[in-house]
């Protein structure tokens, strides 16, 4: 039985790098094969709108990802596959969130106050340039992930920020409408979350420093050999703390061969060697997958076909929960107002529910309560009401099993069979 959903995302802006396959493609497309796992993959092309403004470079740039995903060994029979702009309900929900969502938040988006950082910094206005797609992108990230309430969003540290901005939005919305959304987390892969690009700083498009993923084999050892280092002779020990040539090697490399090479690091390996190590690794993992990319590439219409059943099998899931979503906000047909309204007050008297709140202590607190507003679990206190919002998604999500795992979260429990009950009815309904 599929227990958690992983959902990742790559924007169509340019040409996969091994950056991308380090930190997005490789550790999805292995939790796509685990039996637990219920996996969604999608082509980011509005999110290439803010970036791009080459309609051709967006349409190439989605071939490429798409036939790298495939590439990769995304089974698309097994996983959702699907590209950004073929669901319609994604834009709609960006527009929910977008008013749940307060402006302050958007405010201290990293990508939007670096922008103005800048722009400070050069004596301009401070939202010179800034468009209000790049000040909205987080809302639309959020609506990727909520859209298919994903458990797990793998991403590099530099992401994190965007997945807290989710779970605000999710809590938001689920206090203002009730619980429909999940409560997403990041996956890191700690070592492996950032690689470094040619001249040492991050791998990014932005930076130009990219290692194309499917880059011939020459041209993948001329741009390793490129590599910046430092003047330190053959000879001479070298350090791989804050070497780029040793990340790299890391991020493929078994902990027997980094281990390895850290010691010829310490042996003083001449950088011309060091260099032909990482390039002989990463050609023995890309080679076998550079062969099928080559030929998905020039057979752009299967590509598509497969979007498009991707897209069908995405909207199965995001049409039904967009009507309830617009149900629950009011979007609703006018010549059942009366049936609605005896529904509404029927749902909420026969609901449980949970009530948070703040008490003199200064602490933040939360209780379970049952249809009829029978107390039947209390909380402990929490230094924040983001620490009591997380222990409450948990025992939405995982019931009586967050309470085995930490019994010490409440101290007042009633009947366990009316808890497990009254717990059970969360889960159903974000099902």
Sequence with gaps: MKTLRVLTGITTSGTPHL????????????????????SFYFLADYHALIKV???ARVQRSTLEIAATWLACGLDPEQVTFYRQSDIPEIPELTWLLTCVTGKGVLNRAHAYKASVDK?????????????????????????????????????GRDQIQHIEMARDMASSFNHLYGEHFT???AAIEDHVATLPGLDGRKMSKSYDNTIPLFAPRDQLKKLIMGIVTDSRAPGEPKDTEGSALF????????????????????????????????????????????LVYDEL??????????????????????????????????????????????TA??????????????????????????????????????????EAAKTIAELQKSGTNALAEDPTSV????????????????SEASN
């Design 19 to 38: 950056g991308n396959y380090v930190g997005a493609v490789r550790p999805t497309v292995r939790a796509s094969r685990l039996s637990e796992v219920e």
């Design 53 to 55: 403004g080459d309609p």
């Design 119 to 155: 722009n400070t910094a050069a004596g301009e206005e401070p939202d010179a340039g800034v468009t209000a797609g790049l000040f909205m992108y987080p809302v639309l990230m959020a609506a990727d992930i909520l859209m298919f309430n994903a458990h797990q969003v793998p991403v």
């Design 183 to 185: 409560l997403p987390e």
């Design 247 to 290: 990340q790299l090697y890391q991020a493929f490399a078994s902990t027997e061969e980094t281990a390895a090479l850290a010691k010829a690091y310490a042996d003083g390996i001449a950088w011309g060697d060091a260099k032909q190590v990482l390039f002989e690794r990463l050609d023995a993992e890309i080679a076998p997958m550079r």
């Design 297 to 342: 590439i020039q057979n752009p219409a299967q590509i598509e076909k497969t979007l498009k059943m991707g897209a069908d099998k995405a909207r199965a899931v995001a049409t039904p929960f967009t009507a309830r979503l617009r149900h629950a906000v009011g979007l609703r047909p006018l010549d059942n107002l009366a049936d609605t309204q005896k």
């Design 345 to 386: 007050k029927a749902a909420k008297a026969a609901a449980p529910s949970f009530k948070q709140y703040r008490e003199a202590d200064g602490l933040f607190y939360f209780k379970l309560m049952d249809a009829k507003g029978q107390l039947l679990l209390q909380s402990t206190g929490y230094a924040s009401p983001k």
């Design 411 to 426: 101290f007042f429990k009633a009947d366990p069979e009316a808890v497990s009950s009254a717990l059970r009815y969360f």
